[in-house]
């Protein structure tokens, strides 16, 4: 009785590489960039870069937090102009000065902060700014777009209001958007990052369908499975520069690690979580009594959660996005109200706190959406100061801002920030304005961390080096509530995991019991009695 | 060939120069009605920059001209940062006429070591309290304070008008005006015999202390990031909907000051026109500073200029006075449009084949 999500849900942990499939390494270049060299001030984010995509080709772009993959595909859709380097689209050489060009060439990007009006229907985003003569006629647009749809296999229905749609179809919309027009070549920024697994198998069928027509996908990704299982070649970048192409059936996860850090990863060496000791005779520190919620549109999305973390434990919640995991996590960051039930930090009740007092009594947060918690025009060490501005005073209310930098500074160092502290956060690679609120939060040894989604956008040396961190605060004595779709990630960490459905937890169960069998059947909303 | 704009940022060294374009493409373009009144747009362009700095008494006048807009200008900035999108100035500013001049009045047996403090904290909290309203219904019922602001400067007008028909006529002329203010409740003169006074020192301290409070506070700095992006700040513990309710009491007591300015150190008396537009002059101001206090404090002074100038160039060369209000209006749309110019680029390029 396992329906399609949970098998998805399973297939995480073990993604196969799909059959082999007819080799495109020979099909003519659709995109050819040659010596690529992008500036930023005295940075140099991509350093003549050499890049081709075949004709038919998925190819992935590889390489740790900051190493140039967004410069170089922004340079590809026109947002940014290299200082050198050419480069040619099917042959013949472009000038790509903008978007508007890129498009013309047949070259679509989608980034992970989507362009669409969500009030508006699919049909009429999709149409947006590209619609021959002034007048638009929605019906005949919309029927068009069906079309389209239905032709490239891209599920999606073209009345419903974006707002209304999930991340994985707003991608859809966007991937279509893209596709209707014209594109023959698609940029993928990190789009399984926001994606949940039955998603993520969603987008790769249907680039393979669009693949057997001649699409060429740009895909960007931090996980070295999903790359292994979609692409037929894999360039990987290091600080600006091409370490190498690669066919991706010759090559393995490992080599493609190695390339990107550029020696060895040795095996993380580190404490296998053990399960508690005595958790029940201690009280615990962070205790949710019934807590329920309502979602943006007014609709119940937690129904009387109870939880409990201890001191020195990492509680994993997993579940299918949209089961409530956003709205309780911002219930524990204070930034929404619970409509019933108790909230107790080591005793302390938090139930209507605001985000200051939630910090007072010692909670951290990791929020799952960067853009929300970062105040992108500030400054690096404005961001890391903001959520405890008051220790900055000296006299006179006065903002002592060489301390600030100084903490940025030392804050950069510990955990390997590419930037520097006067640089604004608008600035930085995806991974490094994660790595901006991890310092921020951890560097603060709070007494219980929420933490969502902590290793979205990380390399995979950043995310083994969270993951430590994460082990660390436990070891320290901190209770974590660890909030993610990966469910490795939640196998690896937690002590204890709680499987959330609809906005109830369905079971808890400790991690020598969780199989991923038996959570996949909590996640689709199985109860634990029925296991 | 074929113009496009296209999106690249400025770069660094181009930035400071962009004010400097839009006031030289203003020039150019406002020529056009220099010309269409027979007269030669570089005369008219000197008596507008040149020759009010050339005597001292003129120098003086600019400052005098610069003063309320100093005010409103910075009253104007304070809200923008916070995100309070204030365009009340102009009712405020009046709601702070208004008190100046019922504490003036009284003042007959007060020194002004006393009267002047009273009326200067009575037009503060006048414009506070004209601004309280919009403010909470902002933050407490997220009512777009751009509307209620605005309308809050008509009522405002009205108010004043029906006053000064009403309870505060002239007993002797029977003109709508208010009888003149104590004489100790006047702003002294700075410089004898020039119209110079206390109100420019004042302005010259309210932009101190908020230059200050923006640059170098936690208050200041959290008020930028309540401006920036609410929902970050809320996430880092700022309380944003107080900071912006500070933000809106303060815009509204500053532009309050400029009423106080008006009464006690040039009219003398309350009159309906008491204003003159500085209200909506101070969005012009704090836009062409680009929301900075020094940046607003240098768009005050040439407006100042342009102002003492179009007197000027009016008596030598007959052209309208009214040329002044045209040329700061055109000013503040090149401007807008320039400041494009920080973002995008204007390119000119051959068709391909
Ligand atoms: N507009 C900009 N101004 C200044 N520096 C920038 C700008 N955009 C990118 N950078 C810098 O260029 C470098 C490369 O950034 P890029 O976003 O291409 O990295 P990335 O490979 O996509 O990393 P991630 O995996 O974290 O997304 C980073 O050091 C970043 O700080
Ligand atoms: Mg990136």
Redesign the interface.
């Given at each position: 009785m396992r329906d399609a999500r949970q098998a998805s849900a399973l297939r995480m942990a073990r993604c196969t590489p799909h059959p082999m499939q007819p080799t495109t390494s020979s099909n003519p270049l659709a995109v050819e960039m040659r010596g690529i060299t992008k500036r930023f001030g005295a940075l140099v984010a991509n350093d003549r870069v050499d890049f081709r995509l075949r004709r038919g080709q998925i190819h992935a772009l590889l390489g740790e937090n900051g190493a140039g993959k967004t410069t170089l595909m922004r340079i590809l859709y026109g947002?940014y102009?290299a200082d050198e380097g050419e480069i040619r689209v099917d042959g013949r050489p472009a000038?790509i000065?903008?978007p508007k060009d890129a498009i013309a060439l047949g070259i679509g990007m989608v980034t992970q902060h989507f362009a669409l009006v969500p009030p508006l229907t699919v049909a009429e985003n999709v149409v947006l700014g590209y619609n021959p003569g002034v007048r638009l006629n929605l019906a005949a647009a919309s029927q068009k777009v069906a079309e389209a749809a239905a032709r490239l296999g891209i599920e999606v229905d073209p009345r419903a209001l974006v707002k209304d749609l999930s991340v994985g179809e707003r991608q859809r919309v966007e991937i279509l958007k893209a596709l209707y027009r014209n594109a023959n070549v698609l940029i993928l920024d990190e789009p399984t990052a926001v994606l949940v697994p039955q998603e993520v198998d969603q987008l790769f069928a249907s680039l393979r369908r669009l693949q057997e027509h001649g699409l060429s996908v740009v895909f960007i990704s931090h996980k070295l499975y999903e790359v292994m299982a979609i692409t037929d070649q894999v360039t990987v970048l290091r600080g600006g520069q091409v370490v190498g192409t690669v066919n991706t059936a010759e090559t393995t996860q490992a080599e493609l690690a190695r390339m990107m850090v550029g020696r060895s990863l040795a095996p993380v060496e580190r404490t296998v979580p053990s399960l508690a000791t005595g958790s029940a005779a201690r009280s615990p520190l962070l205790r949710l009594e019934g807590v329920s919620a309502v979602d943006n549109k007014g609709l119940p999305a937690l129904k009387g959660v109870s939880l409990e973390v201890h001191s020195g434990e990492i509680v994993g919640l997993a579940g299918v996005s949209g089961n409530g995991q956003t709205e309780l996590a911002q219930v524990l960051?204070g930034?929404r109200r619970p409509t019933a039930g108790r909230i107790l930090v080591d005793g302390q009740d938090l139930t209507h706190a605001?985000?200051?007092q939630v910090?007072q009594a010692g909670v951290g947060?990791i929020?799952e959406d960067r853009?929300?918690?970062?105040?992108?025009?500030?400054t690096v060490a404005?961001n890391l100061a903001?959520?405890h501005?008051?220790e900055?005073?000296v006299g006179g209310?006065?903002?002592d801002?060489g301390r600030m930098r100084q903490h940025a500074e030392q804050l950069i160092a510990e955990y390997q920030i590419k930037a520097r502290p006067d640089d604004r956060v608008r600035t930085l690679s995806g991974g490094n304005m994660q790595k901006v609120i991890l310092a921020r939060v951890l560097e603060r040894r709070p007494k219980v961390l929420v933490a969502a989604q902590p290793t979205r956008g990380l390399d995979v040396g950043a995310t083994e080096y969270v993951r430590g961190k994460l082990l660390e605060q436990r070891e320290r004595g901190a209770a974590i509530l660890l909030i993610s779709e990966d469910l490795d990630e939640i196998l690896e960490l937690a002590d204890r995991i709680a499987v959330i459905y609809e906005g109830e937890i369905r079971g808890v169960l400790p991690r020598r019991e969780a199989t991923p069998e038996r959570l996949g059947l909590l996640m689709s909303g199985a109860r634990q009695e029925q296991l | 060939m074929s113009l496009r704009i296209e999106r690249r940022p400025a770069p660094a060294w181009f930035r400071p120069l962009i004010p400097l374009l839009a006031v030289v493409l203003t020039m150019v373009i406002t020529s056009a009605l220099v010309l269409l009144v027979r007269a030669n747009p570089l005369h008219a362009y000197y008596f507008f920059l040149v020759e009010p700095l050339s005597s001292r008494v003129s120098v003086i006048e600019v400052l005098v001209k610069a003063t309320p807009l100093l005010l409103t200008g910075t009253a104007v900035i304070f809200a923008f940062v916070g995100g309070f999108w204030n365009i009340g100035a102009e009712g405020q500013l009046l709601a702070g006429a208004t008190a100046a001049t019922a504490i003036g009045l009284h003042m007959h047996d007060a020194p002004p070591i006393v009267a002047l403090p009273l009326m200067i904290v009575g037009g503060f909290l006048a414009g506070m309290a004209w601004v309280l309203v919009p403010a909470l219904m902002k933050v407490r019922l997220a009512i777009d304070e751009v509307v209620t602001t605005l309308l809050l400067n008509s009522v405002a007008l009205l108010a004043v008008s029906a006053l000064l028909n009403g309870p505060w006529r002239d007993p002797i002329s029977q003109w709508p005006q208010s009888p003149e203010i104590a004489a100790s409740a006047i702003f002294p003169k700075l410089i004898p015999r020039s119209r110079l006074h206390l109100g420019f020192i004042l302005a010259l301290v309210v932009i101190a202390v908020v230059w200050y409070v923006l640059n170098h506070t936690a208050f200041g700095l959290r008020l930028r990031a309540a401006g920036q992006s609410p929902e970050a700040a809320r996430f880092a513990g700022v309380k944003v909907e107080r900071t912006v309710l500070v933000a809106a009491l303060v815009s509204g007591g500053i532009a309050g000051l400029a009423g106080v300015n008006e009464v006690a150190g040039i009219h003398y008396h309350l009159i309906d026109a008491i204003s003159g537009g500085h209200g909506y002059t101070g969005i012009i101001v704090a836009t062409l500073g680009g929301l900075s206090p020094l940046g607003g404090t240098l768009a005050a002074l040439f407006i100042g200029l342009i102002d003492t100038g179009s007197q000027s160039v009016s008596r030598a060369l007959g052209v309208p006075i009214y040329l002044g209000d045209v040329i700061l209006a055109t000013l503040l749309l090149v401007t807008l449009a320039t400041l494009l110019l920080q973002r995008y680029r204007i390119v000119l390029r051959r068709r391909t084949a």
């Open positions: 947002l102009h000038a000065r903008s960051e930034v605001d985000p200051a910090m947060r929020p853009h929300a918690s970062l105040v992108l025009d500030f404005q903001l959520e501005l008051d900055y005073v209310g006065r903002l801002k | -």
